[in-house]
């Protein structure tokens, strides 16, 4: 290791593996996992909880002050989010947050108040951040950034799999045109849009199965800090 606290920044559209191979990646090499989708969504998850629309800035920016937000780590390894003193880990999960998570993380106020939260972890641990904005924003500083992709159909795919493993399935047609939806607002919002940093790499696993795509992202982050 050439260096004692390192940051991997890992962003990409949803459905693109990231979360699935950041945390094969944090148990190889020790390192944290930070899913700061899961940030969002609980925001997303408390603005429902007060029958708040998630578009409506005003009203969800008047909100802020009254949530707190703490990210733990169970014995697990699991990233636990806590709600006001409530654990809604599970409850971030379910697919109509997915949208509200994407409608409130358009507001530039909400991004700002989550962004000294996460930069606190990168400071005091090595971590794999996975999000939108991490390479860009975040952490643009990461020594190591990879741009995880796949196409729109395959991501649509796994998701689809996913969704029926979890015993909750969905149209396929349904997951598409979602995903479809939230892969345009998150990439075409004016605050912190998802796009590929100047200095990533970029991955695409469309036509690579887990292991391949595991390999593939730990020889880049091998490259660049020697773990
Ligand atoms: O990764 P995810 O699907 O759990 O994220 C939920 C939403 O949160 C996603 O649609 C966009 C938003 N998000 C973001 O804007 N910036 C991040 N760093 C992470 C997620």
New binding site residues.
Partial sequence: MSKNIFSVAI?GP??AG??TLAKAVAAKLDILYV???????TI?CYVKEKGVHPRDNEAVIALLPEIHIEMRYAEDGLQHMILNGKDVTTE?RQNE???Y??D???IPEV?TF?LEM?RQFARENSVI??????GT??LPDAEVKVFLTAPLAERARRRFVELEQRGTPRAYEDVLREMEQ?DY??SH?A??P?RQAEDAVLLDTGELNFAESLAALLSIIRKKVGE
């Fill in positions: 962003d949803s459905g990231k979360s899913d700061t989708g899961a940030i969002y969504r997303g971030i947050i997915s949208q998570a994407s409130v993380s358009a991004r989550l996460q951040m996975d999000g939108r904005d991490i924003v975040v939230r607002n998150d919002r605050a912190a998802l």
